[in-house]
């Protein structure tokens, strides 16, 4: 099982935002280059803990956060 979990957006400013947000919801995140492997037009990502997808997958099902794509590492 993948340890992390890297989250890509369409912009910085959507990095940005989302990684607010999930340091609110008391969830550890790192900003981190986008991996090769996601097609992304921005070049930061934000890679959470594999434990805490599902409370990230709860935000962004009540719109609070909006990914891209999603690479586990």
Do not use: Q
Not at 7 to 14: G, R, Y
Not at 17 to 33: M, S, T
Not at 41 to 70: H, V
């Amino acid at each position: 099982m993948s340890k992390h979990v890297v989250l890509a957006f369409d912009s910085i400013h959507d990095v940005i935002k989302a990684e607010k947000i999930i340091v609110r919801h008391g969830i550890w995140c790192d900003l981190v280059p986008t991996p090769r492997e996601l097609s992304s037009d921005c070049g930061m990502s934000i890679e959470c803990r594999n434990e805490d997808l599902p409370d990230l997958e709860s935000l962004r099902e009540n719109g609070a956060l909006t990914w891209r794509d999603i690479y586990r590492t």
